[in-house]
């Protein structure tokens, strides 16, 4: 096949998967509303921490708990309590053997297949233009989305998070559908500064975290957009969960992203670090998350206030992937907007 | 901080009381991790003008700019150091406070630590099934027995009477202290390259050399503790740049690739070697880096003057107008032309092409059919001996540029010239030949003691950030009741992670509970 060709495939891969990502939401959504409402915290369940559990039952007074901070020996420690060996992964949102929970099934399987239309989307993208798929902005946001859809489905694998369903799934048909109208740039070659093989490393860590994030930002915004009490949303404790979760898994590699980027700044431009635009706001970025990490480690930050700085975080890495490239002229401004 | 622990230890000698209170209560503030969340907010928040202000050490010329458009805001941001936010004193002042606040908070839970470490594991709980992960079967699992095959799972244990209790994830805490420390390290790194390293540019035209000199330098940023004598004397020759273009489809035009061949003296004596300089594979002379930054054309002008002296013959680097076709502006200034001085505006196009309207332009940014175009002539006196700073870029000031006589202008401007063509000036005043094309480079050095220790740092950084969040601390304790009835409990205290310990307690029990035989 030619390369015209290929992009042509890669084009319509990307219309199939923005297509089957509206039908898979419009399933899970079905599930959503027609499920089963839940209450804001989910009681005689074993919480992530133990200190987070403020419903209590027993106080164990043993030094039982493991330094995670200074000077623990001898604190009375709360533990929740008296429970059998079964870990905490979020309950299943719908009630097993209804239509509903037909809906999600379908719906899973819908989305699985638009994963796998915006894989071969990115893949024919790749063997099109013969270098890493990630050299402007409609490819890295191609990327960006796939990664989104990535962190979704393979954390449903484990652990159900059904109930994110619709909106990872309106998240990434709406980032899909950015890059086609506002971003698109045909299939070609990149300027001779991304022609390095860092562009594998550094841009690919950034996609990751990226789409980890995202999935986290989805979390967050529901969390705020849920009412206490019951609520057809999923409960608060299973979406802080998974967004802590994924930020936790992202931290690192955001980490490592910037710091790949660092290192090929040394090779391309002469410093590895000189504070332009992108660097700035990777930075800012960077900071925001690790404030939400202490946050949560904070004693009356934890919950609301700490999902509000996740989501100015978060509002930073968006601003960062894309309003950075749009707005402010900088040595990334390379990326074809 | 040093000044507060000055203090701090001269308190008490003034026996004032309130003093070391409140002292006692700056440093508890300053190092709680509420003021450290907000000193990393206002870090976050303090950068963002550094990218919507332009800064002089990134794009000194746009600062230049804002100054003509807007004297009184551009009076304003330089009042408030916001054209070098990163270097301004209240943006150190954040990162200072954070730092210290960072160091408050690591040296005590350094010593924490360390006692912990040092410490074995509490003894087991009476009631295991009150622990969050609680199993319990039948065997003749022995608690000896229980502590060697949890010590197999690499747990530190402690054994008591008929209880086994044991601890993991010691790494977790090394990972957090560890990764504050490299930040630290990440800190002094860019300090002292900050210090003891320089940065250069200099632009350089095929055929010509550069020796690294602080007067060879267009502009020069040295750091404080650089001296003349510290620079590494290479020097090289540009023999030629070769650039390749994309040539069909849309992305027409487009470079693909840039390759300076150089001719490289490590020192002075030494014998030259060949170096293909490109963009993203910088070349390296003993700790310094030299990076190829950009590019453009350089036409060659042989000028006559109205005596009929060759009064200026060489290549004139011009800067880049439009960057898709390489369409580019140059300035040539004739000080040495008799019987007055001469000064020419030209256009250069690489790839000349007539246009309806009797216009020219350049259609590809490859020089296929180098041009350049006379947008005006002038005779008289340039201002060059005048003593001010002139820009080679410029051909005069306004007020100087009113005054020269006008040669060629508008109207009555010629065809533009090909390679080897001339134009002769009104009045005898002398003839302007396009002799031929050459490229210029810009180059920038570098030097930067602090490269390889922050590099070390940074990589320190992100493993221990990993051990950090991804590691948990647990604890799992067994109890072997009469009549062989074995109780597991285990908890973690590690957030987000309870799905997967409890994937791991279940695997421990599985252990636990076996048979002699299945034991590996």
């Known amino acids: 096949m030619s390369a015209e060709q290929l992009a042509g495939l890669s084009d319509l891969f990307v219309v199939a998967a923005v297509l089957l990502y509206v039908f898979a939401m419009v399933g899970f959504a079905i599930e959503l509303a027609f499920g089963r409402a839940r209450p804001d915290r989910i009681a005689g369940r074993p919480s992530d921490g133990v200190a987070e559990s ?44 209804t239509g509903t929970a037909m809906a999600g099934k379908v719906a899973l399987g819908l989305a699985w297949l638009g994963w796998a239309a915006n894989l071969a989307a990115i893949v024919s993208r790749g063997l099109a233009v013969e270098r890493w798929p990630w050299g402007n902005m409609y490819e890295f946001v191609v990327a960006i989305s796939f990664a989104a859809v990535t962190a979704f489905l393979f954390t449903q694998l484990r652990h159900s998070v059904r109930f994110l369903g619709p909106f990872v799934m309106v998240t990434a048909a709406l980032g899909l559908g950015l890059a086609v109208k506002v ?40 969390y ?45 431009w002469g410093r590895y670090w000189g504070w332009d635009p992108k660097e700035i706001w990777s930075f800012i970025t960077w900071v925001a998350y690790a404030a939400y990490l202490h946050a949560r480690v904070t004693a009356g930050w934890r919950g609301r206030a700490a999902t509000i700085v996740q989501l100015l975080a978060f509002g930073c890495l968006l601003f960062n992937l894309i309003g950075v490239n749009v707005f402010i002229s900088g040595l990334h401004s390379y990326a074809d907007v | 901080m040093s000044v507060q622990e000055l203090e701090k230890e001269q308190a008490p000698k003034h026996v004032q009381l309130g003093l070391t209170g409140w002292l006692r209560w700056a440093w508890r503030t300053l190092t709680s991790m509420k003021t450290a969340l907000i000193l990393l907010f206002l870090l976050a928040l303090g950068s963002v003008p550094g990218s919507l202000v332009p800064q002089r050490g990134v794009d000194p010329d746009k600062v230049a700019l804002l100054y ?30 954070l730092f210290t606040s960072l160091i408050g908070c690591i040296i005590p839970r350094t010593a924490t630590y360390l006692r912990e470490l040092r410490r074995k594991p509490p003894a087991a709980p009476k009631n295991l099934s ?10 003749g699992l022995t608690a000896s027995e229980a502590a060697w ?116 003296n490590d020192h002075p ?35 006559t003057d109205g005596k009929g002296q060759v009064a200026y013959e060489g290549p004139v680097p011009c800067l880049i107008e439009d960057k898709a076709t390489m369409t580019s502006g140059c300035v040539v200034k004739v000080p040495d032309a008799q019987p007055s001085q001469l000064g020419f505006l030209l256009r250069f196009l690489p790839t000349s092409v007539p246009l309806t309207d009797g216009t020219y332009a350049s259609a590809f940014p490859a020089d296929v059919n180098p041009q350049v175009e006379i947008l005006g002539a002038f005779s008289g006196d340039l201002g060059v001996n005048s003593g001010k700073p002139q820009s080679v870029y410029t051909l005069a000031e306004p007020e100087v540029l009113r005054k020269l006589k006008r040669l060629f202008m508008g109207s009555n401007t010629p065809k533009p010239l090909a390679v080897g063509q001339s134009v002769d000036l009104p009045d005898g005043l002398g003839k302007l030949e396009f002799t031929g094309v050459k490229k210029w480079i810009t180059l920038q050095t570098s030097y930067d003691p602090g490269r390889m220790p ?34 597991v409990g285990g908890l973690t205290r590690t957030e987000g992670n309870v799905a997967g310990f409890h994937e791991e307690f279940a695997e421990i029990v599985k252990v636990l509970s076996a048979g002699d035989k299945d034991v590996r």
């Open chain 2, 269 to 303: 004596g030494s014998p030259a070697r060949d170096y293909d300089l490109k963009v993203n594979s910088p070349l390296e002379v003993d700790g310094t880096q030299l990076y190829l930054i950009g590019n453009g054309y350089a036409p060659v002008f042989k000028i």
């Open chain 1, 183 to 222: 971003f698109y740039t045909s299939a070609g070659p990149v300027v001779p500064a991304l022609d390095s093989y860092w562009i594998a490393i550094h841009v690919t860590a950034a996609i990751i975290a990226s789409g980890l994030l995202t999935l986290a930002g989805v979390a967050g915004i529901l």
């Open chain 2, 149 to 264: 095959r949890l010590r197999k799972r690499r747990f530190r244990v402690v054994t008591g009477d008929g209880w086994v209790s044991a601890e993991k994830g010691y790494l977790r805490e090394t990972g957090n202290l560890l990764f504050h420390i490299a930040l630290l390290g990440i800190l002094f790194s860019v300090g002292f390259g900050s210090l003891y390293g320089y940065r250069g540019n200099v632009l350089v035209v095929e055929g010509d050399g550069f020796a690294n000199t602080v007067a060879a330098y267009d502009r020069f940023i040295p750091g404080n503790q650089v001296s003349a004598e510290s620079l590494e004397p290479f020097s090289f020759q540009l023999s030629d740049l070769k650039v390749a273009y994309q040539l069909t489809g849309e992305k027409r035009g487009q470079a693909l690739d840039y390759t300076a061949r150089l001719k490289v």
């Open chain 2, 68 to 97: 003509q458009q807007n004297p009184t805001l551009a009076e304003w941001y330089d009042r408030f150091q916001l054209f070098e936010v990163f270097s301004s004193t209240w943006y150190a002042a954040v990162y200072l406070l």
């Open chain 2, 454 to 487: 922050a590099l070390v740092a940074a990589g320190t950084a992100v493993i221990a950030i990993m051990l950090s969040l991804l590691i948990r601390r647990r604890r799992v304790f067994v109890r072997v009741k009469e009549g062989g009835t074995v109780d």
């Open chain 1, 224 to 268: 705020l957009v849920r009412g206490d009490g019951m609520s057809r949303l999923p409960s608060r404790d299973d979406l802080e969960r998974v967004a802590h979760r994924a930020i936790v898994f992202a931290f690192p590699v955001w980490t490592f992203a910037v710091i790949a980027g660092a290192l090929w700044a040394d090779r391309a």
């Open chain 2, 130 to 139: 009150r622990l969050p992960h609680f199993a319990s079967f039948e065997s």
């Open chain 1, 54 to 97: 403020a419903d209590q039952q027993v106080t164990v007074k043993e030094p039982v708990a493991v330094g995670a901070g200074a000077g623990s020996a001898g604190d009375v420690v709360t533990a929740a309590g008296p429970l059998v060996a079964s870990g905490g992964g979020p309950v299943d949102p719908s009630e097993p053997g």
